[in-house]
């Protein structure tokens, strides 16, 4: 609610009119995966605010914005900032990396020095430049094919950009730090990347 309020951003709780039932991975390779196949957008019983109208985009903008205006306050060293994101934010991540946080209505503050991402079918890239990209992904990913975090990885290689890929035999979507997986390790992996880049 603090960072809502401090940067203009929402808090929103968004409760299915039929809830989901099991575990994540029950519902990210059940349900989930159904109503994303059909491009199905499931009945809400409650919505605190207009989602279709809502920008994520602008909200990371804003919240970059504000951690540059207040890093005193903060504690924080932006410099050679990096940004990370999984699946759908892991698109956010690489869009603001691309294009910075003016373009969505930000403030005109340097890009990330580098971008951590995991597992999303994200591949645009602009070709005026793009930050140092991370990216991890599982070979059994039913939601984001993993071949397509490679094809950018492969142009942003082509470009001179610093990359490093990680494809985990076996892990699908939503492995997280991928504790007791082939994945395990890879956060430390980034974070190497990430400080060699800044």
């Known amino acids: 609610e603090y960072i809502a309020e401090q940067t203009g951003g929402y808090v929103v709780e968004i409760v299915p009119e039929e809830p989901y039932e099991g575990s994540y991975n029950d519902v990210a390779y059940g349900r989930a995966q159904e109503e994303a196949e059909q491009n199905a957008r499931p009945a809400v019983s409650q919505a605190t605010y207009d989602l279709i109208n809502m920008d994520e985009y602008e909200d990371l903008a804003r919240a970059l914005s504000f951690i540059f205006e207040n890093t005193e306050e903060l504690g924080v060293d932006?410099?050679?900032?990096?940004?990370?994101?999984g699946s759908a934010?892991?698109?956010?991540?690489?869009?603001?990396?691309?294009?910075?946080?003016?373009e969505f209505g930000g403030d005109d503050?340097?890009?990330?020095a580098a971008v951590i991402m995991q597992y999303t079918g994200y591949s645009s890239y602009n070709t005026d430049g793009?930050?140092?990209?991370?990216a991890c992904v599982g070979d059994s990913d039913g939601i984001a094919?993993?071949?397509?975090?490679?094809?950018?990885?492969?142009?942003?290689?082509?470009?001179?950009v610093q990359t490093e890929f990680h494809v985990y035999?076996?892990?699908?979507h939503g492995f997280g730090l991928g504790t007791g997986t082939v994945a395990e390790g890879w956060f430390d992996l980034a974070v190497g990347f990430w400080e060699r880049n800044r």
């Open 78 to 85: 932006t410099s050679g900032y990096s940004l990370w994101g």
């Open 89 to 102: 934010g892991a698109r956010m991540a690489a869009e603001l990396g691309s294009y910075g946080a003016a």
């Open 109 to 112: 503050i340097p890009k990330p």
């Open 130 to 134: 793009e930050p140092a990209t991370f």
């Open 145 to 160: 094919n993993w071949r397509a975090m490679q094809r950018r990885i492969q142009a942003l290689d082509a470009m001179g």
């Open 169 to 172: 035999e076996g892990l699908g």
